[in-house]
């Protein structure tokens, strides 16, 4: 089969492809977890700077993206899959390899936008399983696209840990490296998924960030679910942006420590994507596991905002299992209310959801942070962000539960109006 060929629906085998790509895309974003927020330190004196300077590197690149995501997914609607997917794992190839080399804080923002700009890996290979999915499966396929995120962070934070106590600029040269051979592996085996009679007019006004937002909320069948998802993303978009610099201010964490606790993430991840949350499917359904999981996570956030030693945090990691069921549940059962042909303009609209997230809560966290950092590491409200994503999370069951009734959504059903 050659790399230009359709490919037929629900052919188990071409998701491994994408799946290959997707690890070894989060390997080498795993590998700078750790140390990314510690190398901002290297160049301003303070540590309230510290945190307001990576909240303002971390919205740049969450901007870039969310201008860009949109665009990108509905342009892999247009000209396939694939040619979408290799221009991401060049760009952030490029950024990888201009952070690792800046000698000062502008050229960390300088490889952050080209990171932004190229950012769509995750967007379009959630479209590329919708393209070879069936809708009784598409849950699965999704979770093994998070398993396959999982798993780069099983391995790349770790690592990244590792390399980073020796010095904090090695970990994004190997991310430099795996992310070009990333793109060597794509060019050569991820066949396209998208035939041509399936792929709509390309339409200009799709390249509008705020139309991608705008189309979700318009859509009154999924309206509640949209916010219910942006408030699950939101929580989780602010525990990644502050998660290394909380520890570090609160319990005196290095690279290392910061890498097995991501490790711990990772693993839960994989093992409950992977392997259990077809057995949850199965179990709860997807409504009733969804709902499940986002309390979950409340209680996850709580937990952390306050812990007062450090191993608190992987036993909150460890018992957090449902919560990463959730976002797949979520997803599936949006993705079965929409057309084949608008799957990816669904998902990277979705992903632009994540990408406004990205640039609004590091700004609101490091903020948070920052105003606390002074305050010794016992004081509780040094975990206050995190008592904020608790309190959105909460919000988020309650909507979803209020959806679920009012919408008649059934478990393994697409929505009612």
């Given at each position: 089969m050659?790399?230009?060929?359709?490919?037929?629906?629900?052919?188990p085998g071409?998701?491994?492809?994408?799946?290959?790509?997707?690890?070894?895309?989060?390997?080498?974003?795993?590998?700078?977890?750790?140390?990314?927020?510690?190398?901002?330190?290297?160049?301003?004196?303070?540590?309230?700077?510290?945190?307001?300077?990576?909240?303002?590197?971390?919205?740049?690149?969450?901007?870039?993206?969310?201008?860009?995501?949109?665009?990108?997914?509905?342009?892999?609607?247009?000209?396939?899959?694939?040619?979408?997917?290799?221009?991401?794992m060049?760009?952030m190839?490029?950024?990888?390899?201009?952070?690792?080399?800046?000698?000062?804080?502008?050229?960390?923002?300088?490889?952050?936008?080209?990171g932004?700009?190229?950012?769509?890996?995750?967007?379009?290979?959630?479209?590329?399983?919708s393209?070879?999915?069936?809708?009784?499966?598409?849950?699965?396929?999704?979770?093994?696209?998070?398993?396959?995120?999982g798993?780069?962070f099983?391995?790349?934070p770790m690592l990244?840990?590792l390399?980073?106590?020796?010095?904090?600029?090695?970990?994004f040269?190997?991310?430099?490296?795996?992310?070009?051979?990333?793109?060597?592996?794509?060019?050569?085996?991820?066949?396209?998924?998208?035939?041509?009679?399936?792929?709509?007019?390309?339409?200009?006004?799709?390249?509008?960030?705020?139309?991608?937002?705008?189309?979700?909320?318009?859509?009154?069948?999924?309206?509640?679910?949209?916010?219910?998802?942006?408030?699950?993303?939101?929580?989780?978009?602010?525990?990644?942006?502050?998660?290394?610099?909380?520890?570090?201010?609160?319990?005196?964490?290095?690279?290392?420590?910061?890498?097995?606790?991501?490790?711990?993430?990772?693993?839960?991840?994989?093992?409950?994507?992977?392997?259990?949350?077809?057995?949850?499917i199965?179990?709860?359904?997807e409504?009733?596991?969804?709902?499940?999981?986002?309390?979950?996570?409340?209680?996850?956030?709580?937990?952390?905002?306050?812990?007062?030693?450090?191993?608190?945090?992987?036993?909150?990691?460890?018992?957090?299992?449902?919560?990463?069921?959730?976002?797949?549940?979520?997803?599936?059962?949006?993705?079965?209310?929409?057309?084949?042909?608008?799957?990816?303009?669904?998902?990277g609209?979705?992903?632009?959801?994540?990408?406004?997230?990205?640039?609004?809560?590091?700004?609101?966290?490091?903020?948070?942070?920052?105003?606390?950092?002074?305050?010794?590491?016992?004081?509780?409200?040094?975990?206050?962000?995190?008592?904020?994503?608790?309190?959105?999370?909460?919000?988020?069951?309650?909507?979803?539960?209020?959806?679920?009734?009012?919408?008649?959504?059934?478990?393994?059903?697409?929505?009612?109006?």
């Open positions: 050659t790399s230009t060929t359709a490919l037929p629906k629900s052919t071409n998701l491994n492809f994408v799946l290959v790509c997707i690890f070894i895309d989060m390997l080498g974003i795993g590998l700078i977890v750790p140390v990314m927020p510690l190398l901002v330190g290297q160049f301003v004196p303070a540590r309230e700077d510290h945190a307001l300077w990576f909240g303002v590197l971390a919205a740049t690149f969450g901007l870039l993206q969310f201008l860009f995501m949109p665009a990108l997914g509905a342009l892999s609607d247009r000209i396939g899959r694939r040619p979408v997917l290799l221009y991401s060049g760009g190839c490029l950024n990888f390899l201009i952070t690792a080399w800046a000698p000062s804080l502008f050229w960390l923002f300088v490889g952050r936008m080209i932004g700009m190229s950012s769509a890996s995750m967007s379009v290979a959630s479209a590329y399983a393209d070879i999915s069936t809708k009784d499966n598409r849950a699965r396929s999704f979770g093994k696209i998070g398993a396959a995120f798993l780069g099983i391995c790349g990244g840990g390399l980073g106590n020796n010095d904090l600029h090695l970990p040269y190997v991310a430099a490296l795996l992310g070009f051979a990333n793109l060597v592996y794509g060019y050569f085996f991820v066949p396209e998924s998208l035939a041509p009679g399936q792929r709509p007019p390309f339409d200009w006004k799709r390249l509008n960030p705020l139309a991608a937002l705008l189309r979700l909320v318009r859509r009154t069948d999924i309206r509640g679910l949209v916010l219910v998802i942006t408030l699950v993303t939101f929580g989780q978009m602010m525990l990644q942006s502050t998660w290394v610099l909380y520890t570090t201010f609160r319990f005196d964490w290095t690279p290392r420590d910061n890498g097995i606790a991501l490790f711990c993430v990772g693993l839960v991840s994989a093992v409950v994507q992977a392997g259990l949350l077809a057995v949850l199965r179990r709860f359904g409504v009733r596991l969804s709902l499940m999981g986002i309390t979950s996570g409340s209680l996850a956030f709580l937990g952390y905002a306050l812990a007062t030693q450090g191993w608190m945090m992987y036993a909150i990691i460890l018992c957090n299992v449902l919560a990463f069921a959730a976002t797949p549940a979520l997803q599936a059962i949006v993705s079965k209310a929409t057309p084949a042909g608008q799957q990816g303009e669904l998902m609209s979705l992903q632009s959801i994540s990408s406004l997230g990205v640039i609004v809560t590091p700004l609101l966290g490091t903020a948070i942070l920052a105003g606390v950092s002074h305050l010794p590491p016992g004081d509780w409200r040094i975990g206050s962000h995190f008592l904020l994503c608790a309190a959105m999370q909460a919000v988020a069951v309650v909507v979803a539960w209020r959806y679920f009734r009012t919408h008649r959504v059934h478990d393994n059903q697409a929505v009612e109006a």
